[in-house]
Antibody, heavy 121, light 110 residues
C-alpha cells in the first residue's frame, strides 16, 4: 500500500534553513507528481509546492516562492522541501502528498501524516 | 483569503443531508477539475471526490460532488457522527499558476 512518511521538522529560529523529507513507498515514485501542503495552527490547508514526475516542472505558492525549493531523488524514492529564510508564519504541519497524475496537477490521492515545523525565537 | 470561497461551518442532524459549496471563478473552477478532501486536524487528509463528481474506491456513495459554472458542491447524505471533520475543495488556478484550496468548512453532526 502507498505510504508517505515525512521527517525533518523541528523548532527553529527565524531566518534559518530546514530540509524536510518524505519517504515514499508502495507505488512507482518516478511516475507521479508530488506536492507539499501545510496547515498552520488554526488555519486551513495551504498548498506549498509541486514537482512533476521527472522533476522538469515545478510550481510554488507565492508565499514561499524564492525561499523554498522542492526536489526529488528517484533513486531514494524521496521528496524534499528545502526551506530557507524561515519566518514565524511558516509554522505549520507540513504534509507530503502524491498526485494521481504524472505531468500535470490532477488531485491528491494519498497524503502523509505530516511533520511539524515551528519557527520561533 | 482564499480564491475559493467555502462557508466556515455547516451542521445537520444524524441521518440528514448537508451540502458544502465552493465558489470560484473562470480562472479556477470554471475551467479545471475540482476535488474534495476530508480532514481531521493533525491527521492525513483523505480524498473524497475527484474530477468534480467521481469517488475513489472505498468512499461510500453517501458522498457526492457536482459542478455548475464556477461553483462546486459536496453533498453528504445519511450523516453520521464520524463525518464530523473539516472539508476542503481544491483546484488549479491559471492566473496564480498555483493549486488553491478553499478556506475549509467544518461539519458538525448535531
Amino acid at each position: 500500500q502507498v505510504q508517505l512518511v515525512e521527517s525533518g521538522g523541528g523548532v527553529v529560529q527565524p531566518g534559518v534553513s530546514l530540509r524536510l523529507s518524505c519517504a515514499a513507498s508502495g507505488f512507482t515514485f518516478s511516475s507521479h507528481g508530488m506536492h507539499w501542503v501545510r496547515q498552520a495552527p488554526g488555519k486551513g490547508l495551504e498548498w506549498v509546492a509541486f514537482i512533476r514526475h521527472d522533476g522538469n516542472e515545478i510550481y510554488y505558492a507565492g508565499s514561499v516562492k524564492g525561499r523554498f525549493i522542492i526536489s526529488r531523488d528517484i533513486s531514494k524514492n524521496t521528496l524534499y522541501l528545502q526551506m530557507s529564510s524561515l519566518r514565524p508564519e511558516d509554522t505549520a504541519l507540513y504534509y507530503c502528498a502524491k498526485d494521481f497524475g504524472s505531468q500535470y496537477i490532477s488531485y491528491f490521492d494519498y497524503w502523509g501524516q505530516g511533520t511539524l515545523v515551528t519557527v520561533s525565537s | 483569503q482564499s480564491v475559493l470561497t467555502q462557508p466556515p461551518s455547516v451542521s445537520a442532524a444524524p441521518g440528514q443531508k448537508v451540502t458544502i459549496s465552493c465558489s470560484g471563478s473562470s480562472s479556477n473552477i470554471g475551467n479545471y477539475y475540482v476535488s474534495w478532501y476530508q480532514h481531521l486536524p493533525g491527521t492525513a487528509p483523505k480524498l473524497l471526490i475527484y474530477d468534480h463528481d467521481k469517488r475513489p474506491s472505498g468512499i461510500p456513495d453517501r458522498f457526492s460532488g457536482s459542478k455548475s459554472g464556477t461553483s462546486a458542491t459536496l453533498g453528504i447524505t445519511g450523516l453520521q457522527t464520524g463525518d464530523e471533520a473539516d472539508y476542503y475543495c481544491g483546484t488549479w488556478d491559471n492566473i496564480l499558476s498555483a493549486w488553491v484550496f478553499g478556506g475549509g468548512t467544518t461539519l458538525t453532526v448535531l
